[in-house]
């Protein structure tokens, strides 16, 4: 609504300012922009205001000045033009007829440009003062940017180790032949990548699948063989491969190749 009043406001400053009778028709009587009042107080307030009040409802945080944001002004501004615009259609000859001839004669009465100037900064005016009061008007044209998704706990930038899906130390790229020890396992070859003849899977290593995971706070990988003596202790922030399922506990690969037992798997991440 305030950019079409502003649209207006334009478009009338190119009509005639005044209206007087029995002129020619071919006399060319001026336009708004003849009169250096009616411009500044008229038209550039009313399109400055405009544009301030577009501009601090396009923007998702409003600059201010002052102490006060750019809506703010542009409201004044456009009350003012449309303050402006009323005084002139009482009075749009200004001074030149009041008082001065002594001929008692009338002066012009005011032009097209001059009303439509009025009705469009009426309207400027009113959308303006509704924009902060009108819940429908008070959403920005352009909307805030949305927060970026948040990772899975525990996630790394896609290429490092640890990234599910990327590759490890000893795994080969795309296009490199074989299957590294701690890969996820193919038909007819067991887990650990090293060829040889098929043989039917156990019932119960048939129901695990190798995963990336992990954990939420420091914890301690014990070795394979029960020795109470951590080996390494896992970090958040950084994937572990889980090779195996050992009841409760996972049998979980490191960045460097070692493999341990983690007993306490409450609350890891999925990969």
Same mark, same amino acid.
């Given at each position: 609504?305030?950019?079409?009043?502003?649209?207006?406001?334009?478009?009338?400053?190119?009509?005639?300012?005044? @209206?007087?009778?029995?002129?020619?028709?071919?006399?060319?009587?001026?336009?708004?922009?003849?009169?250096?009042?009616v411009?500044?107080?008229v038209?550039?307030?009313?399109?400055?205001?405009?544009?301030?009040?577009?501009?601090?409802?396009?923007?998702? %945080?409003?600059?201010?000045?002052?102490?006060?944001?750019?809506?703010?002004f542009?409201?004044?501004?456009t009350v003012?033009?449309?303050? @402006?615009?009323?005084?002139?259609?009482f009075?749009?000859?200004?001074?030149?007829n009041?008082?001065?001839?002594?001929?008692?004669?009338a002066?012009?009465?005011?032009?097209?440009?001059?009303?439509?100037?009025?009705?469009?900064?009426?309207v400027?005016?009113?959308?303006?003062?509704?924009?902060?009061?009108?819940?429908?008007?008070?959403?920005?044209?352009?909307?805030?940017?949305?927060?970026? !998704?948040p !990772?899975? &706990?525990?996630? %790394?930038?896609?290429?490092?180790?640890? &990234?599910?899906?990327?590759?490890?130390?000893? %795994?080969?790229?795309?296009?490199?032949?074989? +299957?590294?020890?701690?890969? !996820?396992? !193919?038909?007819? +070859?067991?887990?650990g990548?090293?060829?040889? %003849?098929?043989?039917?899977?156990?019932?119960?290593?048939?129901?695990?699948?190798?995963?990336?995971?992990?954990?939420?706070?420091?914890?301690?990988?014990?070795?394979?063989?029960?020795?109470?003596?951590?080996?390494?202790?896992?970090?958040?922030?950084?994937?572990?491969?889980?090779?195996?399922?050992?009841?409760?506990?996972?049998?979980a +690969?490191?960045q460097d190749?070692?493999?341990?037992?983690? +007993?306490?798997?409450?609350?890891i991440?999925?990969?």
């Amino acid at each position: 609504m305030v950019i079409g009043a502003a649209v207006l406001l334009f478009i009338a400053s190119f009509l005639d300012i005044y @209206s007087i009778d029995g002129v020619p028709d071919g006399y060319d009587l001026p336009s708004l922009w003849a009169s250096g009042p009616v411009v500044l107080g008229v038209v550039l307030a009313g399109i400055i205001g405009a544009a301030l009040v577009v501009v601090s409802h396009g923007l998702p %945080q409003v600059p201010k000045v002052a102490g006060l944001d750019l809506g703010q002004f542009g409201v004044a501004f456009t009350v003012f033009a449309a303050w @402006s615009a009323l005084g002139n259609i009482f009075d749009p000859a200004g001074g030149a007829n009041n008082g001065g001839s002594g001929g008692g004669s009338a002066g012009p009465d005011a032009g097209i440009g001059l009303i439509l100037a009025l009705i469009a900064t009426l309207v400027m005016a009113a959308a303006a003062l509704a924009t902060p009061l009108v819940p429908a008007l008070k959403a920005a044209l352009v909307p805030a940017p949305k927060p970026p !998704q948040p !990772q899975p &706990y525990g996630a %790394q930038p896609p290429g490092g180790y640890g &990234y599910p899906g990327a590759p490890q130390p000893g %795994q080969p790229g795309p296009g490199q032949p074989g +299957q590294p020890y701690g890969g !996820q396992p !193919q038909p007819g +070859q067991p887990f650990g990548g090293q060829p040889q %003849q098929a043989q039917p899977p156990a019932p119960a290593a048939a129901e695990f699948s190798p995963f990336w995971f992990a954990v939420p706070v420091p914890r301690p990988l014990f070795a394979e063989d029960g020795s109470p003596t951590p080996i390494a202790e896992l970090a958040p922030g950084t994937w572990y491969l889980a090779v195996e399922q050992r009841g409760p506990a996972l049998v979980a +690969q490191t960045q460097d190749g070692r493999r341990g037992v983690l +007993q306490d798997t409450s609350g890891i991440q999925r990969g």
